[in-house]
């Protein structure tokens, strides 16, 4: 199983598609990649050898954000965007959609669990 930008990618599978196991890397990015290093897309990740392997490591260090940094880049930009109080901040800092979705239905991957509240109580009818 070979091991790029901290990540182990499945052996077993064509290298376009074990390289999308990386943060930050899909299969416009993989593919990219592929052609860039000049690496056969058909060969499978644990068919690579020494010198592939190194080609893709410096190209991912060099020229693409993976893994942790780029966590770190998007989690700065939300932490930026709360301190200046932003519309979509503000949506970050309650845990609601920030993106203009609907929250009357629809929204519980962002709000949770459904809060129950307590309905009102009848008035008793007196004749």
Same mark, same amino acid.
């Given at each position: 199983?070979?091991?790029?930008?901290?990540?182990?990618?499945?052996?077993?599978?064509?290298?376009?598609?074990?390289?999308?196991?990386?943060?930050?890397?899909?299969?416009?990015?993989?593919?990219?990649?592929?052609?860039?290093?000049?690496? %056969?897309?058909? =060969?499978?990740?644990?068919? !690579?050898?020494? @010198?592939?392997?190194?080609? *893709? /490591?410096? &190209?991912? +260090? %060099?020229?693409? =954000?993976?893994?942790?940094? !780029?966590?770190? @880049?998007?989690?700065?930009? *939300? /932490?930026? &965007?709360? +301190?200046?109080?932003?519309?979509?901040?503000?949506?970050?800092?309650?845990?609601?959609?920030?993106?203009?979705?609907?929250?009357?239905?629809?929204?519980?991957?962002?709000?949770?669990?459904?809060?129950?509240?307590?309905?009102?109580?009848?008035?008793?009818?007196?004749?």
């Amino acid at each position: 199983m070979p091991r790029i930008a901290g990540v182990n990618i499945p052996g077993n599978k064509k290298l376009p598609y074990a390289l999308q196991y990386i943060y930050g890397i899909g299969k416009t990015f993989a593919l990219e990649i592929v052609e860039k290093t000049g690496i %056969n897309p058909e =060969t499978r990740a644990d068919d !690579l050898n020494d @010198d592939e392997m190194a080609k *893709i /490591r410096y &190209l991912l +260090e %060099n020229d693409y =954000t993976v893994e942790g940094e !780029l966590r770190r @880049d998007i989690t700065m930009n *939300i /932490r930026r &965007l709360m +301190e200046i109080g932003s519309y979509r901040g503000i949506r970050h800092r309650k845990g609601l959609p920030v993106n203009g979705q609907r929250t009357k239905t629809n929204a519980r991957t962002r709000k949770g669990p459904r809060k129950t509240v307590a309905g009102k109580k009848k008035a008793p009818t007196s004749k």
